[in-house]
């Protein structure tokens, strides 16, 4: 199964100047709650946690406004709608200026079919993942996203052959914060 977020932002504008939430072990257990399930209540929460569902609450919202908690999303069976491909691409820009950095990134992120880019360290300037019906439908993509990027050197693509780990935070997070 592929899978991926579809991000729900809880602010559409800067968050106001937040202090700086240290994490006890309640806030670490509340997050990993979150983790397993974010539609989990208030009510199911306490329980799972400890606390009184004000308290819970209070404490859920106080990881929200100091940034601990940025979101909450729904994972998607993407196979479900059709998209059953997942292509790494890698680009090499024709120069790493500034200029020619902000007009790659104003352009990919117009492109539809890239779910992530990441600008990188190394013989890459960016790796991008693209979502695809198939490998017709990657070559759609290339020809129509991919290929009218601007300042690109190179393109290389490999295609995932299956998913083995998709996780949002490593495991070791809870581990380390629960000491």
Do not use: W
């Not at 968050?15 to 974010?38: C, K, N, Q």
Request: aromatic share 6%; net charge negative.
């Amino acid at each position: 199964m592929v899978s991926i977020g579809i991000s729900d932002s809880l602010v559409t504008s800067p968050p106001p100047e937040t202090t700086a939430v240290s994490l006890d072990r309640i806030d670490v257990a509340i997050i990993a709650e979150l983790m397993s399930d974010g539609r989990a209540s208030h009510t199911e929460l306490s329980h799972r946690v400890g606390l009184s569902s004000t308290a819970l609450a209070r404490r859920q919202k106080t990881l929200e406004e100091s940034g601990y908690i940025k979101g909450y999303q729904a994972t998607l069976d993407l196979a479900q709608f059709d998209l059953g491909t997942t292509v790494l691409v890698r680009i090499a820009l024709e120069s790493q200026s500034d200029e020619a950095l902000t007009t790659f990134e104003a352009e990919v992120v117009k492109c539809p079919s890239v779910v992530r880019c990441f600008l990188m360290s190394g013989s890459d300037d960016y790796i991008l993942i693209v979502m695809a019906r198939d490998i017709e439908d990657f070559e759609r993509i290339h020809r129509t996203e991919l290929s009218r990027l601007p300042r690109v050197a190179r393109v290389q693509s490999s295609f995932a052959l299956r998913e083995v780990v998709n996780r949002a935070v490593p495991n070791v997070i809870f581990r380390e914060l629960r000491r």
